[in-house]
């Protein structure tokens, strides 16, 4: 398919540079060495006429151009003219679309007269040979014009490069033949090359899970990209019979605004992809970060301060593909009306005055529906979600949609019919995140909501957020949604519960909705979002006790998830302190399900079982706080006693016959403070454990923690000073992440320590070898305290190189009245635990619990801290010796690794 222009000044008078070039090459002397010299100009000459200011579209014809020469001069250098006039070199694929870029592949076919024509196999094989020391990337086939039917029957993907075959050089009635021999006629009718090219596309796009908007998307294979582009050119081709895209505008296929659409998105594809190859010096069609900023400042965003030229490029880029995909759903759905058509004259069904289906499509029963009767801009996705039968919207009605936005303006959004049609898409959830993605789509949505037009396509530049605000927001509203649904009920069992007890789960959505929707905008979002779900709530008619339920779930829709990964939910002022915020069990159950569908929304590779247990213990605890009454915390001393009891039932259900003399000596060596971090089954454990092997030290245990999706691991030993550094150290030498640690002195100068651990993809330490490998690494290495392992240089992930911000170090006794809380932010690193614990060693600092999370490419870790003499941390010189020493080590981890 071509997108031909006409050519410009500049354009000619490089071809005729190019073709001085390869014109003066000796190809009797060294021809590698003089036809890369050719390339290399060649190319350097191409890249001058881009940096000033070329059309994209003329540099990649210029780069075809060059491969062109290049090929044609070792062609006829190996050929004689005899053997050339016997075959066809041939070029396929992009390259026979004339769409090559800087590193492309280079894609030839040899077509051979017959069988027999096979005696030139050796000299093709020094052809191809030569192509390859060139550094062409080139992917070649050998055929004759009855493999290239047989093959082209066989496999899609032949006979799509088949299609768009270019003839450079030799027999032109061969050429012929071969293209003759391919037509719809002959192989591959339109109607079937049709639904496998559709049928193509939607495994790609399961492959990328339906959506563009990832951190680093593919430009070419991800939705809305290049191949959605190319996909539209091949199914025109093969029943158009169309060699430019400007034909479909000719026969009124696709309009002259949709057309200019498409070439704008192409083009932008186009010099994004010239770019990154340029900048890789590779083939790479993947926007990594590695490329992001350079990127960015090629399109002229140059503005780096928090990352805000990445932003801004990438927003440019996303909304770019959405385009691209919505024209892709438009041009291929009428390709299969028409199909569809051909052998059946079309079903019409009517739905009501306004709306009927088309061959299963939802479609305006006149054009000027929308015109006449503004608010079936939103009732039309009321109607689609009707019916599971409803396939979609047809082509037509997606047009009038787009040329009708200009309507829903400030009078369209205060008309009652209108708000009630709004609030109806949430009310009757039926095909609710279908309705949304379309609504987003086609424009509604943000047209509706004018706050919302900020979030379509903005990303963050960070590992933790790998979807753009609107597809996250869209993400998280199918969460939610899903937890109503019979279906689902098992994917989260005990949301699916809470969920029962909403009342109006239209709400929730809502809630979903708005979490967001204040990104970008400066100053806290959480507030700001707070501030505009208030407006819409009072706009839409939402009475004052849910639209303050709302507004206070949006602006403290962090509060769950921070509580949870950064304080001590095992002391009980905690949950009190956190059930004061929460206030009563409705904003309880919305907040909970909301984080839920939030963590797993963002980046559903860092959602695990260990987080969904935590928020599930914060949940149950406060939700008892709250049945307790605020008025009446538990105290730490019923607290202990009542885990004691608790425990004790635990025991005796294992163990009839235990003897409680002995549990009770060992409980009280190990103090007070010890039940208040752990709950009555880790106690149970802890003290069958030590009962058992009281004798054995160091005790090293491990078992599955299958409530929380992890590994527990107990370790009772004598204590020392060196002892939570060995330990870190000895858990990142056995490979594991630890996603929280307590740690206790008790009496008798022993330790009682448990780390909460996974391996490095998230999943539970299992099976008897690997356990045995941990047990031995953490009991040999605990044999010898005094010595520390050293820190291993550990290569840094690719995607974290591009993250190394200055940490932050906080310290606060306000959270809780027996330890300091301490808080680093820092850019993620390995082994970064391992130097956490040096710097409490040489500051003469105790960790008593610790909890750490990594956030996409940053680590948010807590950790609850004494002094040497168990004391909070007061001395300010102490504060700032630590501080200064956990800050040098992060910078001498980014310096060195």
């Not at 939030?598 to 709250?626: C, H, V, Y």
Request: proline share 3%; net charge negative; hydrophobic share 40%.
């Amino acid at each position: 398919m071509s997108y031909a222009f006409e050519t410009p000044p500049e354009q000619t008078r490089c071809e005729q540079t190019l073709r001085s070039l390869c014109n003066a090459v000796d190809l009797t002397r060294e021809p590698v060495i003089a036809l890369k010299q050719v390339l290399n100009e060649g190319n350097s000459e191409i890249d001058a006429l881009f940096r000033d200011g070329a059309p994209i579209d003329s540099v990649v014809r210029l780069q075809t151009l060059l491969v062109d020469s290049v090929l044609l001069h070792i062609w006829h250098h190996v050929f004689s003219a005899e053997q050339r006039n016997d075959m066809a070199l041939v070029a396929v694929g992009g390259y026979g679309r004339g769409e090559l870029h800087p590193h492309s592949d280079v894609d030839i076919m040899v077509l051979l007269r017959d069988g027999e024509s096979r005696h030139l196999n050796e000299q093709i094989s020094g052809f191809i040979t030569q192509l390859w020391d060139l550094g062409l990337d080139i992917g070649h086939s050998v055929r004759t014009v009855d493999e290239c039917i047989s093959e082209s029957i066989s496999d899609l993907s032949v006979i799509t490069n088949l299609m768009e075959a270019r003839l450079l050089d030799g027999n032109q009635v061969l050429f012929t033949l071969m293209a003759e021999a391919i037509e719809p006629g002959q192989t591959w009718n339109a109607a079937d090359f049709l639904r496998a090219k559709l049928q193509e596309q939607a495994n790609r796009r399961v492959k990328f899970q339906d959506t563009a908007y990832r951190l680093e998307p593919n430009l070419k294979e991800s939705p809305g990209g290049l191949r959605d582009i190319q996909t539209i050119g091949w199914i025109s081709r093969r029943y158009f019979g169309t060699e430019r895209i400007r034909e479909l505008v000719d026969s009124d296929f696709i309009n002259e605004h949709e057309y200019n659409d498409l070439l704008q998105g192409l083009h932008l594809l186009w010099e994004i992809r010239y770019v990154l190859h340029r900048l890789a010096g590779r083939r790479e069609d993947r926007l990594l970060f590695d490329h992001q900023r350079s990127l960015a400042h090629h399109f002229g965003y140059t503005n780096d301060e928090h990352n805000a030229s990445i932003e801004a490029f990438m927003q440019r880029y996303y909304r770019t593909v959405i385009q691209m995909q919505r024209l892709n759903e438009i041009i291929l759905q009428k390709f299969q009306e028409i199909v569809q058509e051909q052998d059946a004259p079309p079903t019409i069904e009517p739905i009501n005055e306004r709306f009927r289906l088309h061959n299963g499509y939802l479609e305006a029963t006149s054009e000027d529906l929308f015109e006449r009767h503004p608010e079936a801009l939103l009732e039309i996705f009321q109607v689609y979600a009707r019916s599971p039968e409803i396939k979609g919207v047809r082509a037509n009605t997606i047009r009038l949609i787009r040329a009708n936005l200009h309507l829903i303006d400030d009078d369209f959004r205060e008309r009652d019919d209108a708000k009630q049609l709004f609030m109806q898409i949430f009310r009757d959830p039926k095909k609710l995140t279908r309705k949304l993605r379309r609504m987003n789509r086609y424009g509604v949505m943000a047209a509706y909501l004018p706050d919302y037009e900020n979030i379509v396509g903005r990303m963050q530049y960070d590992l933790f957020h790998i979807f753009t605000v609107d597809e996250h927001t869209t993400r998280v509203i199918r969460n939610l949604r899903r937890f109503a649904l019979p279906n689902y009920r098992g994917e989260m069992p005990h949301c699916s519960m809470i969920m029962d007890q909403i009342k109006k789960p239209e709400l929730l959505y809502l809630i979903g909705l708005y979490h967001d929707i204040a990104k970008g905008r400066g100053g806290d979002h959480s507030e700001l979002g707070a501030e505009m779900a208030r407006e819409f709530c009072q706009r839409h008619g939402v009475n004052k006790v849910d639209t303050d339920m709302v507004a206070w779930v949006v602006q403290n829709h962090l509060l769950m998830s921070m509580t949870a990964q950064r304080r001590d939910i095992t002391d009980p002022d905690v949950i009190h302190d956190f059930a004061l915020r929460v206030r009563n069990r409705d904003n309880l159950n919305h907040l909970y399900l909301l984080t839920v569908a939030d963590i797993r929304g963002t980046n559903p590779e860092l959602w695990n079982s260990w987080k969904e247990n935590l928020l599930r213990d914060l949940f149950r605890q406060a939700a008892r706080a709250l049945h307790r009454g605020l008025d009446s915390p538990l105290q730490k001393d019923d607290a202990i006693e009542l885990k004691k009891d608790e425990t004790r039932d635990v025991l005796i259900k294992a163990s009839p016959e235990i003897d409680f003399s002995r549990v009770d000596q060992l409980w009280t060596r190990l103090g007070e403070e010890y039940f208040l971090r752990y709950f009555a089954k880790e106690i149970a454990w802890h003290t069958e454990a030590i009962l058992e092997d009281q004798r054995q030290i160091p005790l090293v245990k491990l078992r599955p923690d299958n409530d929380r999706g992890a590994t527990e691991i107990l370790i009772y030993t004598h204590d020392h000073a060196h002892l939570f550094a060995l330990m870190v150290s000895l858990l990142d030498r056995a490979g594991l992440n630890i996603v929280s640690a307590n740690v206790g002195t008790t009496a008798g100068n022993f330790a009682l320590n448990t780390f909460t651990v996974l391996e490095h993809d998230d999943t539970p330490a299992s099976g008897y070898a690997r356990e045995e490998q941990i047990r031995k690494i953490l009991f040999d290495g605990l044999q010898t305290p005094d010595k520390l392992p050293e820190i291993e240089p550990q290569r840094v992930p690719r995607r974290l190189k591009h993250f190394n911000f200055a940490p932050t170090v906080t310290f606060d006794n306000e959270v809780s009245d027996r330890f300091t809380s301490l808080h680093i932010e820092a850019a993620d690193r390995p082994g970064v635990l391992s130097r956490f614990g040096r710097s409490f060693l040489e500051c003469d600092i105790l960790v008593h619990s610790a909890k750490v999370a990594t956030l996409g490419e940053k680590i948010e870790d807590v950790f609850f801290i004494t002094d040497e003499d168990h004391h909070q941390l007061r001395d300010e010189t102490q504060i700032k010796r630590l501080r200064e020493s956990i800050v040098a080590s992060l910078t001498e981890d980014a310096n060195t690794l």
